[in-house]
C-alpha cells in the first residue's frame, strides 16, 4: 500500500464507518440468531489488499476504536485483530492469491479467527461465569454471516483503497491469465 | 529471497502493535474507574453519541426488515404461547386484583413506605438503545440519556417485561448498561411466593437462560415461579437494585442439579438479545418520595 495521507483518511474512515455501522446496526440485526461483524471484515479486506504492515496497523486501530465505542475492556479487541491484520496480510504477500472468490475464504477465515481468539483472551481475562454451548452457535453463525458477505465488502472497500493501493491482487490475476486465442489462425495472440 | 529490510520492518510493525495492545489492556485493568483511560474511554464515547444515534435512527428500518422477517417465522409458535399465557393472566389478575385491595389496607396499617421498594423509591427514565457490544462476551448497550437525565452509575435498568441490567458508565448524554447475560453480571433475586432467595447468573451466550444459584437450599422451588429482585438492606450494604422488580421465570428444576449444585434455571422476562426502548429506575428526590406516601404534592 502506497501510504500517503489520503490512505490514511480513506482507511481511517472506513474504520470509523464499520464501528459505527456494527454498533448502531450490525450487531441489533439477528439473523438466524446471530449477526454478521463488519469490523473484522473491514479489517480484513484491508489488510488483503494492504498487506501485513498494513494489516495490523489497521487491526490494532480498528479495535482500539471499538473498545472506545462499546466500553470494553481496552487493548482486547486489539490484540486479537492486529494478530487478524497481519495474518490476512501475511497470507496474501506469501500465498498471493488472486482468485475471485478468495474474499468469502479470506472473510470466512479472519473472522473465524476473530471469534475463536477473542474468545479465548475473554477467558483468559475476566470471565468468571458459566458460558453455554450456545456461544459455538453464535460463532458459527458469524463466521457463516460474514462468508457469505465478504465478497460485496471486499468489492467496495477494493474500490475505496485502489487510488492507494501499490499492487492489485485482482488486476494481477488478470494479467496472468493467459492470451484468448479466437479469430483466425494467422491472427492468433493480436488480440482483434 | 526477501529483503531483509522489509522483513526487519514487517516484525517490528507486529511487535510494536502488540506490545501496545499489552500495555493497553494492563493499564485498564491496573487503574481505578476514574483513571485516565477510563476517562478517555468515557470521552470519546460522549463523542461518538450524536453520530450513533443517528445512525441507529436511519438503520432502524432495515433492522425492523430483519426482524419482521425473524418474527413471522416464530409468531407461529408465539401465538399457541400466548394463548395459554392469556389464560393464566386472567386467572392470575382476578388474584391480583383481590390482593391489591387487601395491600391497600394493609399498608395503612404497616408503614412500608419507610423502606424506598420498586415503584415508589423510583423514577423512570425512559431511554433508547442507540448501540450494543458486538459480541456475547461484553453484554452491554447504550442509551440515548446520560447524567444530565438524573441518571448514576449502579441504577437499576428495566425493559418490557423486567430487568435487563444496570448502569455502569455515565456521559452528560450518554449511559452504558452492563445487562444480566454480561459475564460479570450478579444480582440478588428471590422466588416467589416461596420466598427462596439466590444469586441470578447469566450462561454467557444464552440470553434466553439464567442461572439461579440458590442461597437457601431448603425452601422449595418449582416451575412457572416468577423471580424478582430481593433488593435487600442492611446495616452496612444495601442491594443496587430495589426490591421487586421481575426478572423471569423459573422454567427449568432439575432435581439433580438443585440437590447438587443448589441451581435452577430462569427465563428472563424482557427480551435480552431485542429491545429498543429501556427505562433507568433513578432515584426519587427523598421529598418528593415523602410526598408520593403521603400523598401531597412537594
Not at chain 2, 3 to 17: N, P, S, T
Not at chain 2, 33 to 58: C, D, I, K, M, T
Not at chain 2, 248 to 267: P, S
Request: charged share 20%; net charge positive; hydrophobic share 45%.
Amino acid at each position: 500500500m502506497i501510504l500517503a495521507p489520503s490512505a490514511f483518511i480513506r482507511v481511517g474512515f472506513l474504520l470509523l464507518l464499520a464501528v459505527i455501522l456494527q454498533v448502531s446496526g450490525a450487531s441489533e440485526t439477528a439473523v438466524f440468531g446471530g449477526h454478521a461483524d463488519l469490523v473484522v471484515l473491514t479489517v480484513a479486506a484491508v489488510s488483503y489488499y494492504g498487506g501485513s504492515i498494513t494489516g495490523c496497523a489497521t487491526g490494532f486501530a480498528a479495535g482500539l476504536l471499538l473498545d472506545l465505542a462499546t466500553g470494553a475492556t481496552m487493548g482486547a479487541s486489539s490484540l486479537v485483530l492486529t494478530a487478524v491484520g497481519y495474518g490476512v496480510g501475511r497470507l496474501r504477500e506469501v500465498r498471493d492469491p488472486s482468485h475471485g472468490l478468495m474474499p468469502v475464504v479470506v472473510g470466512g477465515g479472519a473472522t473465524a479467527g476473530w471469534v475463536v481468539t477473542f474468545a479465548a483472551v475473554s477467558f483468559m481475562l475476566d470471565v468468571g461465569a458459566r458460558v453455554s454451548p450456545l456461544v459455538i452457535r453464535d460463532m458459527v453463525l458469524t463466521v457463516l454471516l460474514n462468508a457469505l458477505i465478504s465478497l460485496p465488502v471486499f468489492m467496495l472497500i477494493r474500490r475505496l483503497l485502489r487510488p492507494s493501493l501499490a499492487v492489485d491482487p485482482q488486476e494481477l490475476g488478470r494479467r496472468r491469465r493467459p492470451p484468448r486465442e479466437t479469430g483466425p489462425l494467422g491472427l492468433r495472440g493480436l488480440e482483434i | 529471497m526477501f529483503d531483509k529490510k522489509v522483513v526487519r520492518r514487517r516484525r517490528a510493525a507486529l511487535a510494536i502493535f502488540v506490545a501496545l495492545s499489552i500495555a493497553l489492556l494492563t493499564a485498564y485493568f491496573g487503574e481505578s474507574g476514574g483513571g485516565l483511560l477510563h476517562a478517555f474511554q468515557r470521552g470519546a464515547q460522549e463523542a461518538f453519541a450524536p453520530v450513533e444515534s443517528g445512525a441507529s435512527r436511519a438503520l432502524k428500518p432495515a433492522r425492523d426488515l430483519f426482524g419482521w422477517v425473524g418474527d413471522t417465522f416464530d409468531a407461529k409458535g408465539d401465538n399457541k404461547a400466548l394463548k395459554a399465557e392469556v389464560e393464566r393472566l386472567r386467572s392470575d389478575l382476578a388474584r391480583a386484583e383481590t390482593g391489591q385491595r387487601d395491600a391497600s389496607q394493609l399498608r395503612q396499617l404497616v408503614d412500608l413506605g419507610r423502606g424506598d421498594g420498586f415503584p415508589e423509591g423510583t423514577r423512570p427514565v425512559a431511554a433508547r438503545v442507540i448501540a450494543r457490544a458486538p459480541t456475547v462476551w461484553y453484554s452491554s448497550v447504550k442509551i440515548d440519556k446520560g447524567s444530565g437525565d438524573g441518571i448514576r452509575v449502579d441504577q437499576p435498568v428495566i425493559a418490557a417485561g423486567g430487568l435487563v441490567g444496570k448502569i455502569t458508565g455515565v456521559t452528560g448524554g450518554t449511559a452504558e448498561v452492563r445487562l444480566l447475560t454480561d459475564a460479570s453480571s450478579a444480582v440478588t433475586a428471590q422466588v416467589m411466593p416461596a420466598g427462596a432467595s439466590g444469586v441470578v447468573r447469566p450462561q454467557v451466550g444464552d440470553p434466553g437462560d439464567l442461572l439461579l444459584d440458590l442461597i437457601e437450599g431448603d425452601r422449595r422451588v418449582t416451575k412457572d415461579t416468577t423471580v424478582v429482585t430481593s433488593g435487600f438492606t442492611s446495616s452496612k450494604i444495601e442491594s443496587l437494585f430495589p426490591r421487586g422488580i421481575p426478572i423471569g421465570r423459573v422454567t427449568k428444576v432439575d432435581l439433580d442439579e438443585l440437590e447438587q449444585y443448589q441451581r435452577v434455571h430462569i427465563t428472563p422476562f424482557a427480551d435480552l438479545r431485542r429491545f429498543d426502548i429501556v427505562q433507568v429506575l433513578t432515584r426519587r428526590p427523598a421529598g418528593e418520595q415523602a410526598a408520593a406516601l403521603t400523598g401531597t404534592t412537594p
